[in-house]
């Protein structure tokens, strides 16, 4: 049987594979995307809750994590969440606004997928499930794609297959793999926006108070201060602000809890509950679940009674609140974390393109790449500017 030959051969029919696709099929090529999985976006249906969380209102660079922090911004520029905003609503798709310019849809993440099918349908593009790689070479300048179905050739061949988290969602590290066969470099990759556990001999502590939720400001040894909810596991730590801080943990090093974060001077505030002898536990009552409360002043043994502290007291009780400094042990893995940390060194691609320095036609674009966004949309933007720039130079 003689092989199909395409302009382009996309694999991984993700955010940033079927967006690719999308934007190179409007450009009149001939495109193939294909995917090992039964369906195209597995990631876009279970993310944000189910709501997927597409974009973001305000997307900058210091909202992304890469050995190389420039390398984000063109494509970035170039492709502005308004543009991904304006498809949405051609497609009558409604959506939401939470806190911090995050952009939800209201009516469920497969409206995304159903978009994004359509409009792959309006380009043109050929779609190839169930379709699994075998071996990938560059002949002739050619590509010669060996697959469960066949043998494919093309000019040009993009990597999309995304990062190594939920692996039962068919992550796979082929993007990675096939870097290192053609000599690029890789940034070994580490679960991001995770939960956080906690050494086995603290559990129990943690473990009595699962479900709660606190307002926090949390910063790792390096990284930026993230404020808002921290949910409490059987495992450890969980919820906005930890999957964020998480991003910047290094396993061996504290985090350091803010448990006041909307009270600007604490140890001013302790002074003047003291004067009115306030008790610690009907101050605190406002801020914090009540079973947390008595938990925390059990563990640090902070006594009701403000009026018997001294300032040393005072002082060590405003740090405890303050800058408590948390040693997790570890991460809860690829199976809870939404995005990876690492992947194929961007100093191997164009900022421009997403073409290999070293080896022209071929393209890497999304999560595969060692670019990390925060909670909060930005990963998917990345996919949609990536995807987007690339297809532009295809
Ligand atoms: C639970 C969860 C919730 C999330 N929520 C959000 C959110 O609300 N907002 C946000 O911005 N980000 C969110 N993310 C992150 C976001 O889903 C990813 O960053 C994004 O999907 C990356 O897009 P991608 O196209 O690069 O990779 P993916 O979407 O992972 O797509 C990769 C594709 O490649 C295919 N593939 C892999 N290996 C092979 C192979 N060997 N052969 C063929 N095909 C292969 C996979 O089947 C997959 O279809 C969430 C992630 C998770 C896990």
Redesign the pocket.
Known sequence: MRPKSYDVVI?????????CAIEAGYRGLNVLL????P??????R????G??????RRVEPKHFICANPHFVKSALARYQPDLFIERLERHNIAYEERDNG?L?TLDG?GQIIAMLRTELDWSGVELQLN???NSVLKQQGAWTIETSIGQLTSTKLVI????L??PK???????MALAKQFGLAVIPSRPG?VPLTMPARQQAWWSDLAGLSLDVKVTAQQGPTFQGAMLITHQGLSGPSILQVSNYWQSGEPISLNLLPSLTDVLDWLWHLKQNAQSLSGALKPFWPKRFIQAWQVKFDFADDLANYNQARLDQLAKQLTEWQIYPDDTAGYAK???SLGGVATSEVSSKTFESNKVPGLYY?????DV??H?????????WA??HACAQSI
Not at 39 to 44: E, R, S
Not at 365 to 369: P, Q, Y
């Open positions: 694999i991984g029919a993700g955010a940033a594979g079927m967006f294909v995917d090992h999985a369906k195209p976006g597995a990631k876009i279970i993310s944000g809750g709501k997927c969380n597409f974009t973001n995050q939800f993440a379709c699994h790689i999309a297959t995304g990062g988290s939920y969602l068919r992550a796979s590290d082929f993007g926006l974390a939404e995005v674009i999304g999560e595969v790449l990390t966004g909670l909060g949309g930005y990963n998917f933007q990345w996919a990536s995807a």
